[in-house]
């Protein structure tokens, strides 16, 4: 296994350790550290490697051009390195990284943004489809319910229903998951605790607020000690 750390990849010995492949590069995974979007893939090098893990910036190595370059050194989109790991063969590198604006040369967030469908074929979609996880999953659709409303939908229910119902579904489902809490049945706290996110993300949806927003501001407290000043 490969059990290698930022200080270590400085040394030279240590990256010598990396099996790189027959042109001597490694596939690099970029993923956005704050929601685990997946935003693209390079190619590093030894030299790259060096100098991603020297400057917290990415770099890669251009396959069709030859050379070394920065992610965002023309576009400002630039990648800050926030963590770095490497797979337990240590040929494939992830990097967790800060993006300054899209990271994909179309304009989009991501790179990913086809999908293969049943049948075999390239479906293009909203790129926001493949970003983050379940929580963006359940908030688009709460978003949806918003703007197109469903017959029996209980979504769109809560939303005919107003502000004050949504808020009141929130203040019950805190108080249920005390009660869980309270209880001590993992079950049941799993089972409040589901709805209680669920409900929040209905807060969210309402104020049309994202999620990123919500994972920056964490992302801002991240590591930072002391009482929150008031």
Known sequence: ???????????????????????GLLPAIIQDWLDGTVLMLGYMNQEALTKTVATKKVHFWSRSRNTLWEKG????????????FFD???????????PAGPTCHTGARACFFSRLDEEGQLVPLNS????GGILESVLRT???????????????????????KILKKVAEEA????????????EEIIYEVADLFFHTLMVLGYHDLSLQAIYG???RRFGKSGLRSE
Do not use: W
Not at 76 to 84: E, N, W
């Open 73 to 84: 050194e023309t576009s400002g989109h630039t990648l800050q390195v926030k963590q770095l």
């Open 217 to 219: 501001e964490l992302g």
């Open 128 to 131: 926001e489809d493949a970003h």
């Open 1 to 23: 296994m490969c059990f290698l750390g930022l200080r270590d990849m400085v040394n030279q010995a240590a990256i010598s350790t990396l099996k790189f492949d027959g042109q």
């Open 175 to 186: 108080g249920e998951v005390l009660l869980a809490s309270k209880g001590g049945k993992k």
């Open 88 to 98: 337990c063969d240590c040929d494939t590198i992830l990097v967790k990284a800060q």
């Open 142 to 164: 709460i978003r949806d319910r918003r703007s197109a409303p469903q017959p029996g939908s209980y979504t769109s229910k809560l939303f005919e229903g107003g502000h004050d």
